[in-house]
């Protein structure tokens, strides 16, 4: 009969269990040697298509467990590496991954109460915590907002749609040419109008062009502003915006995927003033977070919005054990079954406090520019424009389009490292978004050694 991971032999069967995945792990990233699989997509498929052999075999496989791992780790793109830079994609924190694990344990599922008693309540307590760090300690936001748990910034940002439809009808959304492509595909998913997009024309929305776009529509209208855009990692005129919205009566939300991790930095908290006027915010700790995926969250400034959520399953929220007391979570999400990703979330809040996390972006945001820098200073470098946030955007000086793009490939088939693009200006750049506190110097200057190498003079 096979183990369990929960129950009284729960630890004594996991312990070894534990010591074949870290093994593996180490042997599997020893394998790889570098932030990615060498040999592009086909080797890499072919070397997987070996270790797997049969999906669903006749008999199992009591090694399953260390060869699927070890060839995962050796195909895999480690953010830990500080080479390994493309995408808003962190190394996680170690103590957040244990929390994890302790989820997958004891696997309650948060769509009632009775299966998730203890991880209720925590997430009951911690999202409005959450929510109090957007909207403010005192006052009335404190005791109106609230948070939700999500997949990330896609689930986010489609439900800040859906409240906005349920509670002003078939509304208008507003957003600039930088916005999320989830914020255009949510609209397909529910049934709006497509998006009226004004310009960014350097990176940002342009407030002239939303006041003219306001006066001009008719109502109701949903304004989305960005904090930390994916390209560049730019945030629009947040103050501005939110007066615009205010005076032609528009609900605001404000995607801060990216940057709603500057809340925890005394240093950088400032870049997100305006951010408690919107009504809805999308946030991310899975990046300025440093959690395991997923954990995103959608802050709202007004709890009584979440009640466009309610629904009703009789064996899963009914109205009598509802009126005994029971919570009743099916208005808490879109989805059923749910992990509880909150526990990872508040085992890291509580074990390093605003001030641990604080520093761990003062860290990035200092090493993106000091990157910065770096690239200002080399003649064979362009740098698009200082940091915002922790992205900085380059290209090989004089270097093509298709120069830029076929280095970016190269490095990526050779395993070398990962660097992410972006179109801006009309050009195309090198993204390098630096999310490892543990970057070093030595580690910027060997990334841009390895670009310069693989450019043709």
Request: proline share 7%; hydrophobic share 45%; glycine share 8%.
């Amino acid at each position: 009969m096979s183990p369990l991971a929960s129950g009284p032999q729960g630890p004594t069967t996991l312990r070894p269990l534990l010591t074949t995945v870290l093994d593996a792990l180490t042997a599997g990233a020893a394998t790889r040697d570098g932030p990615l699989p060498a040999g592009g997509p086909t080797e890499v498929a072919a070397r997987l298509r070996e270790a797997l052999g049969d999906p669903l075999p006749e008999h199992g496989d009591e090694d399953a467990l260390r060869t699927l791992v070890q060839a995962l780790a050796a195909g895999a793109a480690d953010p830990a590496d500080p080479l390994c830079t493309a995408h808003l994609h962190c190394p996680p924190l170690a103590v957040a991954t244990a929390a994890d694990l302790a989820a997958s344990v004891l696997n309650p599922s948060l769509d009632s109460w009775d299966q998730a008693p203890a991880a209720s309540e925590l997430e009951a307590l911690v999202t409005r915590a959450l929510a109090a760090e957007v909207y403010g300690e005192t006052g009335q936001a404190r005791s109106a907002g609230d948070a939700l748990v999500t997949t990330g910034g896609t689930e986010s940002n489609q439900l800040a749609l859906l409240l906005a439809r349920e509670h002003h009808g078939h509304t208008q959304l507003v957003c600039a040419e930088n916005a999320h492509h989830s914020l255009r595909r949510a609209t397909w998913l529910l049934g709006l109008p497509e998006p009226v997009t004004v310009p960014a024309p350097a990176g940002t929305m342009d407030p002239a062009a939303l006041g003219e776009a306001l006066t001009a529509l008719p109502g109701p209208l949903l304004v989305a502003a960005t904090a930390g855009t994916t390209d560049a990692g730019l945030i629009d005129p947040l103050p501005d915006i939110a007066a615009l919205c205010e005076t032609h009566g528009a609900r605001l939300h404000i995607d801060a995927a990216y940057g709603g991790g500057l809340l925890f930095s005394d240093r950088h908290r400032p870049k997100l003033d305006g951010l408690a006027r919107a009504h809805t915010v999308t946030l991310d700790l899975h990046k300025l977070g440093w959690q395991p995926i997923a954990a995103g969250l959608l802050a709202v400034r007004d709890r009584h919005d979440l009640a466009a959520l309610a629904h009703h399953a009789d064996y899963l929220n009914a109205d009598d054990d509802t009126e005994a007391g029971l919570p009743d979570l099916l208005g808490r999400s879109l989805r059923t079954t749910r992990r509880p990703d909150i526990l990872k979330i508040a085992v890291t809040l509580k074990t390093l406090g605003r001030t641990g996390l604080g520093d761990l972006v003062d860290q990035v945001c200092a090493r993106a520019a000091e990157f910065a820098e770096l690239i200002h200073r080399h003649p064979r470098f362009e740098l698009h424009d200082r940091p915002t946030i922790s992205t900085v955007l380059f290209r090989p000086t004089d270097a093509t389009d298709d120069t830029v793009a076929a280095v970016r490939r190269t490095l990526l088939t050779e395993g070398r490292a990962v660097l992410g693009r972006a179109r801006l200006d009309d050009r195309l750049w090198l993204k390098a978004t630096l999310l490892n506190p543990h970057t070093g110097a030595d580690d910027l200057a060997a990334l841009l050694k390895l670009v310069e190498g693989h450019t043709p003079r």
